[in-house]
């Protein structure tokens, strides 16, 4: 690890057993930062990303709950902060997919999509700002998506809870900015992850021919844009960081 911008520092990602949460994890502890890595049921990729922190000289620790549920969301938080006893990051990252057209979207899939990609970070959040407010320091990124900017067919929950992601992120950095807290939130596009591997190739290629750039964007790639907000990113906030190779500007 040459680089070390977060030595000191501790870090929760949610949903970081997998994909730009596994990615986020491990780019924060190259920095130097300790890492709290959260699952809900993939414990064995979480214990895979435990295990490539510490080969690499890091400090991480496994922390499992389900984000969706409030009582769990904010006893994660909690129990990082009983560990470490300060939580200077906090990356919302955990989110899930339910994708129908509104004609044969049900209320599960709305609901379940809601409760774990926005209402999430109501807790997670709200957990973190007490221990953030008395040190006044804390750097809070919300990973949302490109499709609650400019919408997606058959993802309309999807859609609404990144959008409603987008706006969170601006009231919180308006409310967090006098006890030097920033919010901000980092904006996909289409991302090389376990989602995107679900879509039938025909239909990868048509999305990719959509993007300028003719590709989807590594994990590393969204990331860089995480770590640069928390490192470097202590006048910026209440905004939104695209790494989207150019399919919404």
Known sequence: MNTRRL??????????????GRAVAMALAREGARVAVN???????????????????????????????????????????DVWNRLDILVNNAGITRDHSLR???DDDWREVLDTNLNSVFYCTTAAMPAMSQRRYGRIVNVASFVGQAG????????????????FTKTA???????????????PGFTLTDMLAKVPEDFQAALKARIPMRRFAEPEEVAKAVVFLVADG???????????GGIYM
């Open 152 to 167: 997606n067919f058959g993802q309309a929950n999807y859609a609404a809870s990144k959008g409603g992601l987008i706006a």
């Open 104 to 106: 044969t979207l049900t």
């Open 234 to 244: 202590d006048y910026v906030t209440g905004q939104q960081l695209n790494v989207n």
């Open 39 to 81: 699952y809900r049921t993939r414990e064995t990729e979480a214990k895979e990303v435990l295990e490539q922190i510490a080969a690499e000289g890091g400090d991480a620790m496994l922390v499992q709950a389900d984000v969706s549920d409030g009582a769990e969301a904010r006893g994660l938080v909690w129990r990082v902060l």
């Open 173 to 187: 950095a308006l409310e967090l900015a006098k006890f030097n807290i920033t919010v901000n939130a980092v904006v």
């Open 7 to 20: 030595e000191g520092r501790t870090a929760l990602v949610t949903g970081s057993a997998r994909g730009i």
